[in-house]
């Protein structure tokens, strides 16, 4: 069974920065795309970010809200997926989940192609 456990989150101030850690157990997969998506309250879940790894190379993307102020990678002996963000705002606040799709995962914004989820993350920016 696979687990996903995020943590990194907190409380930061407009500008700061924060890094996520997805830590991944249970079986490993060839083809994968893990993804980071966010919702904040009474708002529907947004997608961030994504890094996919096939055939041995790796290709990521983001979403429009935080393109140019993120950076999501991996460490793969950790099992681990990060997610870097900077010059964070206070629209950014929102509980943060990573998600596993395994093999091909063909829009990678659509929460319903990942299969696995881990628990979320809160991270709050104060203005």
């Known amino acids: 069974q696979v687990l996903l456990v995020e943590s990194g989150g907190g409380l930061v101030q407009a500008g700061g920065s924060l890094r996520l850690s997805c830590a991944a157990s249970?079986?490993?997969?060839?083809?994968?795309?893990m993804g980071w998506f966010r919702q904040a309250p009474g708002k529907e879940r947004e997608f961030v970010a994504r890094i996919t790894r096939s055939d041995s190379v790796s290709y990521s993307s983001y979403g429009d809200s935080v393109k140019g102020r993120s950076a999501i990678s991996r460490d793969s002996a950790k099992n681990t997926v990060y997610l870097q963000m900077n010059s964070l705002k206070p629209e950014d606040t929102a509980v943060y989940s990573c998600?596993?799709?395994?093999?091909?995962?063909?829009?990678?914004?659509?929460?319903?192609?990942?299969?696995?989820w881990g628990q979320g993350t809160q991270v709050t920016v104060s203005s």
């Open positions: 998600a596993l799709g395994t093999g091909v995962v063909r829009t990678v914004v659509n929460e319903y192609e990942y299969e696995y």
């Open positions: 249970g079986p490993t997969f060839s083809t994968y795309t």
